[in-house]
């Protein structure tokens, strides 16, 4: 028989241990500053406080990583901005190149500190680095950031190469080389006996199709359209492109006769006038270009620039000139008469020239005397299309513009430029402006 006192001793006891229990939990809570450090003091609770908790840690991490990007972007900001700041005095440099009062001497100090400027901007791209991680180079592709407590929560970030040999201007050009169709091309230059007959080869199937950054665009070319009016239709696009256009007719000019002596010429001259200008000036002719002396008709060409738009310039032996239309106008000289001459013995001897001046045998034409049949001549200018991401253009194949569709546009590099030349100079130009397109969008 169980006593009385038992049976109070063992509840008495019970009591004892779940105060005791009671406290320790307590005294657990208060030391620990929670309210559920097992899942005994609330199962629901403690699997709703780990799942806070993961989250609570992983967007501390979240945010260590954030700012590591940070990090690596103002390191990237500050060398692109050198980059930046190179560009631009290689871009002083380049205007302070194209003109014609340097000496060879000068232009050489001009390339030189161009040249050493360019090169610390390979040598910036080549070893700009994060984390022993090089930013620059191109290596910086697809990079995975986590910005977030979930898998899905990331930030992917690339960098485009820039060192020098992957930064400058997209280009492409229409043709001045014949490749297949004879003398179909409008840059060759069109003989006739008058401006009129002298027609541009230009065609109504001579659309343009670009496809750039930006998006596609066809470029609606008619017959006739000169290559500053094709400039002004590929412009008028660049919002649906991303690709923008110039144009310069560039044409020699040499003279030959078998009457060797001083000869008097004169013609009538079209650039962007549409009233003819007549040019007279007594020159001395050879029996090879050689021995040519053209110093005053290059005089009369000059003396109504502001009337044609056409600069001349002399060759240092004078034997011949270089005719440029920097706006894209068609050069035209009609009824070429050379004064007491009446056989084909008599003549200019014109080349197309692309905008950087080099020649092309295929596409000399002899402008012969008003007594003959050929002696006016038009010659239509290069169409150059310029990005700061690649592109593509696609034409009519033996049209007035191409001898076949052109593709994917090349690229001109600013580590290749030269501003020794006012021609380099001028190109050099457009390359910088496109590097710093590029530049700019690599920041945004």
Known sequence: MVSVSTVNSNASLKHILKTEREMLSAMERISSGKRINNAGD???GAAISDRMMATVRALDMSIRNAMDVLSMSQVAESAINEHSQALQRIRELSIQAATDILNAEQRIYLQTEANQLLEEMDRVARDTTFNEIAV???TFADRRFQIGSHEREKAVISVANLRIDQLGAYQSTTDIQDAGTADNLASEGNLGTDASN???LVLDGDDLTITGLVGQATVDVAAGNTAKEIVNLVNDKFD???VSATAT???KLQGITNAAGSHVV????YGKNTTSQTISATITLGTTTGAADLTNLR????AYTANTGIRATLSADATDIILVQDEGEDIILEEVNFASVTDANTFFRMTAMTPDQETSTTTTRDVLDASQTNDSIRYSGIVT?????TFTVEGNGGGGLYEASPGVATLNKVGTIDIRTVAGAVDALKVIDRALDRIHMERA
């Open 42 to 44: 609330d199962a629901a």
């Open 136 to 138: 620059l180079d191109g």
């Open 198 to 200: 002298a027609a541009s």
């Open 240 to 242: 649906s492109t991303g």
């Open 249 to 251: 007719t560039t044409v």
């Open 266 to 269: 004169s013609f009538n001259l």
């Open 299 to 302: 005089d009369s060409f000059n």
């Open 385 to 389: 299309f310029h990005s700061s991401q």
